[in-house]
């Protein structure tokens, strides 16, 4: 295990809204966090992402944290969550679910699908950006993840 490096430290987005997907992007630059930051819209490019199948990930980095919206279209933050669990070759990536949604039982199924996290989009724009200086500053800085 090794602590990551920030420079190196790679993040897969799993975000159906441009707007937000920006948010987070800006989020990041506001607090001068330099990390790979990867964007796919839903579950479904998220695992041709991680198994590489398409022309833009082919060389891709593998993610040290996965940002997990719930709610998207085809497959969503619930279904990835429940399958890249159950798959050995992903299991120690850690996906922390960052969702409007603040209803206990989404809270609940996340941890019991094992999400590493969950936090709820704050509508406040500096509440926001002080989040992703938190995330970062733990999962960063403070944690020791698994290389794999």
């Not at 890249?84 to 019991?112: G, M, N, W």
């Not at 999400?115 to 989009?121: E, H, Q, R, S």
Request: hydrophobic share 45%; glycine share 2%; net charge negative.
């Amino acid at each position: 295990m090794t602590k990551a490096v920030a420079s190196q430290f790679v993040i897969l987005l799993v975000e159906d809204e441009p707007s937000d997907a920006h948010l987070v992007r800006m989020a990041f630059a506001e607090n001068k966090i330099q990390v790979d930051l990867r964007h796919v819209s839903d579950g479904v490019e998220a695992f041709e992402y991680l198994r590489c199948e398409t022309e833009p990930c082919r060389d891709a980095p593998r993610p040290d944290l996965i940002l997990l919206d719930l709610n998207m279209p085809r497959m969503d933050g619930r279904e990835f969550l429940l399958e890249i669990k159950k798959q050995d070759s992903f299991r120690s990536i850690p996906v922390v679910v960052l969702t409007t949604s603040e209803v206990e039982r989404d809270v609940a199924v996340s941890y019991y699908m094992y999400a590493a996290g969950y936090i709820v989009k704050p509508v406040d724009l500096d509440q926001f950006v002080n989040i992703i200086r938190c995330l970062y500053e733990y999962w960063c800085n403070t944690v020791m993840i698994a290389k794999k």
